[in-house]
């Protein structure tokens, strides 16, 4: 096992005042909000860069002039309708980049942790069925010098799955959502396989309705927007801050 970063620090060794830039995001209340307010911005710019947000007036016109005339030429539409499995993959990834900025700004890990390491073997098992509060990954171990930087030994290089995230009561619980929220973001989770599984039948009651884009907007602009805005202000980076979606 690597030595501990406090020995590294006590030691001098080159190298030991530098940390892994993925597990940055466990060591201060600075570094977790500024990771949370980059993967809110993801989120946010993913959703921004779909037909469905960014073109919504021109669609609603275009639907409006279908109705009248069946054969009025819909640009619009017919551009949504060809690149839809695009679209859906970017709204599934707007989606689960916020939930895993919503886990991170409570303090939970949202990397998985390392089933093979015997160490954090309970950890990940109980990972499957509940959030991971960081405090209960330092409390098993802290970060590790390896001779170039120091690290998280027993976190993984990849995200809590999207599945995971949605489909566990444990995890709905600590995001937060309403259930009606939740529905419409497992829709898109589900659309956004489709860019790999063409073709598969899935019910998507949940998301044919009128309003779908007034609670699409409101969501995005009380969750993702007004908590990027509002942890930009406490960290001092007013760039940053996000304008609120109108439709």
């Given at each position: 096992m690597?030595?501990?970063?406090?020995?590294?620090?006590?030691?001098?060794l080159?190298?030991?005042?530098?940390?892994?830039?993925s597990h940055?995001v466990y060591k201060?209340?600075?570094?977790?909000?500024g990771?949370?307010?980059?993967l809110n911005?993801?989120?946010?710019?993913?959703?921004?860069d779909?037909?469905l947000?960014?073109?919504?007036h021109?669609?609603?016109?275009?639907?409006?002039?279908r109705q009248?005339?069946?054969f009025?030429?819909c640009?619009?539409i017919?551009?949504?309708?060809?690149y839809?499995?695009?679209e859906n993959?970017k709204?599934?990834?707007g989606?689960?980049?916020h939930?895993?900025?919503?886990?991170?700004k409570?303090?939970?890990?949202?990397?998985?942790?390392n089933?093979?390491?015997?160490?954090f073997?309970?950890l990940?098992k109980?990972?499957k069925?509940r959030?991971i509060?960081?405090?209960?990954?330092?409390n098993i171990?802290g970060?590790r010098?390896n001779?170039q930087?120091?690290v998280l030994v027993?976190?993984?290089?990849?995200s809590i799955?999207?599945?995971l995230?949605l489909n566990k009561e444990?995890?709905n619980?600590?995001l937060?959502?309403?259930d009606d929220?939740?529905s419409?973001?497992?829709?898109?989770r589900?659309l956004r396989?489709?860019i790999?599984?063409?073709g598969?039948v899935?019910?998507?009651?949940?998301?044919?309705?009128?309003?779908?884009?007034?609670?699409?907007v409101?969501?995005?602009?009380?969750?993702?927007?007004?908590?990027?805005?509002?942890l930009a202000?406490e960290?001092?980076?007013?760039k940053v801050?996000l304008k609120?979606l109108?439709i």
């Open positions: 690597f030595i501990t970063y406090e020995e590294a620090r006590m030691n001098g080159a190298g030991s005042d530098v940390f892994q830039y940055l201060d209340d600075l570094n977790r909000n990771v949370v307010i980059s911005r993801e989120a946010y710019f993913a959703f921004q779909t037909i947000l960014s073109q919504y021109e669609l609603k016109m275009e639907s409006q002039r009248e005339d069946i009025a030429l640009p619009t017919r551009k949504r309708s060809q839809i499995n695009i993959l709204m599934g990834i989606f689960e980049l939930l895993k900025a919503r886990l991170l409570s303090n939970y890990i949202i990397h998985n942790i089933s093979h390491d015997i160490t073997k309970g990940s109980e990972q069925r959030p509060l960081k405090d209960e990954y330092f171990d970060y010098f001779g930087r120091n027993g976190l993984m290089e990849q799955n999207f599945d995230l444990e995890y619980r600590c937060n959502l309403t929220m939740r419409i973001i497992d829709g898109y589900k396989n489709r790999h599984l063409p598969d899935i019910d998507m009651k949940n998301l044919n309705r009128d309003n779908l884009m007034e609670i699409l409101e969501f995005i602009n009380k969750e993702i927007v007004q908590t990027t805005n509002s202000s960290c001092g980076l007013e801050r609120e109108i």
